[in-house]
């Protein structure tokens, strides 16, 4: 109980700074839609090229959310610490979240450019899996009940799901489809895949979106804390037909 109380107090001192870096963020994702819009037209894609500037940080959003499932609960299964494996799951479910919201783009993106909705490109293959991935890991835990061994088999599946992040990223490269190559290069030295003209307007975006992790990661690990101090709590209560003590009457 000492490391929960601990952590409730460090996690109250934290929160001042919740609304500081929500403000921040916000103010920093409406920067980089105004240098969205306000984009030059694409000659081949016209106007539609700007959902280029959310679907991009979108895809790189899912990507660091998973990465930090895979890092905390490398952490957690090194440190033991529980900390870690409520920020694991809080970043999974983050990851699943833009994960949705990135198909959902693609989808909007594809339907004027390649005629259709949806394809098995093996970009778009490898995405998909990840949420039946990723899915599964939400889903272990809620079936585990005891603390331990959940956050322990949480861990395993969230480190082994980060091989997800360079095979999606390779995969335009692997098995060439129809989707287009990576906007950000990593290989071969650092850069854009998109034109220039729009390289601030994407950075900007790919800044605000990270923030926007750090953010969400930050409320929902304070409300996965205190869920868990409740769950603690009930579960110290004795059974409503036995007895509370002395001591107990007399604390209560």
Do not use: C
């Amino acid at each position: 109980m000492t490391s929960v109380t601990t952590l409730s107090k460090t996690g109250s001192k934290k929160d001042r700074l919740t609304p500081v870096l929500g403000a921040v963020t916000a103010l920093s994702v409406l920067a980089g839609l105004w240098l969205s819009l306000t984009a030059p037209a694409d000659v081949n894609q016209g106007l539609l090229v700007r959902l280029m500037f959310v679907h991009v940080p979108t895809a790189w959003l899912s990507y660091l959310a998973y990465g930090g499932t895979g890092l905390f609960g490398l952490l957690y299964l090194i440190t033991r610490q529980r900390r870690y494996d409520r920020l694991a799951m809080s970043s999974g479910e983050i990851g699943v979240l833009f994960t949705v919201a990135t198909i959902v783009g693609g989808m909007l993106w594809a339907k004027p450019t390649w005629g259709t909705y949806w394809v098995w490109d093996a970009r778009l293959t490898t995405t998909a899996l990840s949420l039946v991935v990723y899915g599964a890991y939400l889903l272990v835990r809620g079936l585990i009940d005891d603390p331990e061994r959940r956050a322990r088999v949480s861990a395993v599946i969230g480190v082994v799901g980060t091989l997800y992040i360079p095979v999606n990223y390779m995969a335009v490269e692997w098995w060439r489809g129809v989707h287009q190559t990576q906007t950000l290069k990593l290989l071969g030295g650092m850069q854009w895949g998109a034109a220039p003209v729009y390289g601030i307007a994407l950075t900007v975006m790919t800044l605000a979106f990270t923030l926007l992790y750090v953010y969400l990661l930050r409320v929902r690990g304070i409300l996965a804390a205190k869920q868990e101090r409740r769950e603690e709590r009930e579960f110290e209560l004795p059974p409503l037909n036995q007895p509370l003590s002395q001591s107990e009457v007399r604390r209560g």
